[in-house]
């Protein structure tokens, strides 16, 4: 049968059966047991030791509780309405898209792509700066049309129906749907997954795609010690850390790369679990209404599993020196498509020598003193003037 490729309106209106049956759920949570936290067992490093064990039992109670009682989901729903949004399918599955177009009509096409445990949610604060710059103090020039698409097995694009869905179909996929927008020459910027997505466009797209702006490149250490050796006290104290992170952090990256499916009975149907699971990341330095928008679309789009499966296929196939836990067996050659990081305080720190062993064309590298992992949303300023400045050189 050949695929469909209409793009049709979407509009996010959830049944309010659906949102009477979470108050429902959330009301009989039956609460998790832990141990009291002692600051002197904790282990060494950036955890607090109430999170020694994985997310607190008092943080997703006090989550839960705004979750039930004053969170208002049809406001954040609205919010969304407010944007053009459309769906469409692209290599058998169904893609959900925000489609934000410039006033500017020499705007420069611009596709987003969103992390896990975040969603089309993560882009928002940076929508208005980067599509209309000259209402908020920036030049005309620096224009986007944005595409902000739903990654296939997250949110509103629903879960994924067949194996494969990586890095690499997701970038072919974000090809194919600019193309079929109607835009030649495009950038492609990410964060988290999406950094992992975007030099793939690159890659996949090369004649069209102006250049790539990650917030991570995730380039570790080949296995090599004269790598390691040669690297700067500085990179290898970086080298140290993302060995702390998987050792101490990265257990939701263990089990959604190898046995996602485990966890995903637990997270479909229970909210309280969904919060959990999302919120080891977002820690409590997040506004909660963030953290809970982005926790809501995977809950009433069920997409817990499909979300962790992305991780399973992408083991399976990513370059060893990207992927810890992963299965990689894939060697690739570098990107040459122009690269552009911002690098911000609190979240992976990037190494230079590794990126430019994976990317030779890195054109623009700035590390910052403020942001975390989320930095769309808790430094949208230095996100938007890095994107800015990065394509401005490319047009």
Do not use: C
């Not at 992390?115 to 030049?139: N, S, Y």
């Not at 997505?197 to 004269?226: C, I, K, N, Y």
């Not at 190494?351 to 769309?376: C, M, Q």
């Amino acid at each position: 049968m050949a695929e469909n490729t209409a793009i049709v309106p979407f509009r996010i209106d959830i049944p309010q059966a659906e949102l009477d049956d979470l108050a429902d759920r959330l009301s009989r949570t039956r609460w998790a047991e832990e141990l009291p936290a002692d600051p002197a067992a904790a282990p060494a490093g950036p955890v607090p030791p109430a999170w020694e064990y994985g997310v607190p039992v008092g943080y997703v109670r006090r989550l839960a509780e705004h979750w039930r009682t004053t969170y208002d989901w049809r406001a954040w729903e609205a919010k969304l309405n407010a944007y053009p949004q459309f769906s469409t399918e692209i290599d058998g599955q169904n893609v959900h898209f925000l489609h934000v177009r410039s006033p500017e009509p020499d705007a420069t096409p611009l596709i987003l792509t969103h992390g896990w445990p975040t969603t089309v949610v993560e882009w928002l604060d940076v929508i208005g700066p980067l599509t209309d710059p000259r209402a908020h103090g920036g030049d005309p020039a620096d224009a986007f049309h944005l595409v902000i698409p739903s990654v296939p097995g997250f949110g509103f694009s629903g879960p994924t129906r067949e194996r494969g869905w990586n890095r690499f179909r997701v970038a072919r996929a974000w090809a194919e749907l600019m193309r079929r927008l109607g835009y030649d020459r495009y950038g492609a910027a990410g964060n988290d997954l999406g950094s992992f997505v975007a030099p793939e466009v690159g890659r996949t797209d090369p004649e069209h795609v102006l250049g790539v702006h990650v917030t991570q490149v995730f380039s570790l250490p080949s296995g090599d010690p004269a790598e390691v050796a040669a690297l700067s006290e500085e990179d290898r104290g970086k080298v140290a850390f993302a060995d702390w992170f998987v050792r101490n952090r990265g257990a939701y990256d263990k089990l959604h790369s190898t046995e996602p499916q485990n966890v995903a009975h637990a997270l479909a149907d229970s909210p309280v679990g969904q919060l959990a699971w999302s919120a080891q990341l977002m820690g409590e330095f997040l506004d909660p209404d963030y953290v809970l928008t982005n926790v809501m679309i995977y809950w009433l789009t069920n997409t817990a599993a499909s979300s962790a499966r992305f991780y399973y296929e992408d083991a399976e196939v990513v370059p060893p020196t990207q992927k810890v836990n992963g299965r990689g067996t894939e060697a690739l050659p570098p990107t040459t498509v122009p690269l552009g990081l911002a690098n911000f305080a609190y979240d992976f720190a990037s190494i230079r020598p590794l990126a430019e062993r994976d990317h030779k064309n890195i054109v623009s590298w700035h590390t910052y003193d403020r942001g975390s992992h989320f930095a769309a949303h808790d430094a949208p300023d230095l996100l938007v003037a890095d994107i800015r400045q990065f394509f401005a050189a490319l047009r």
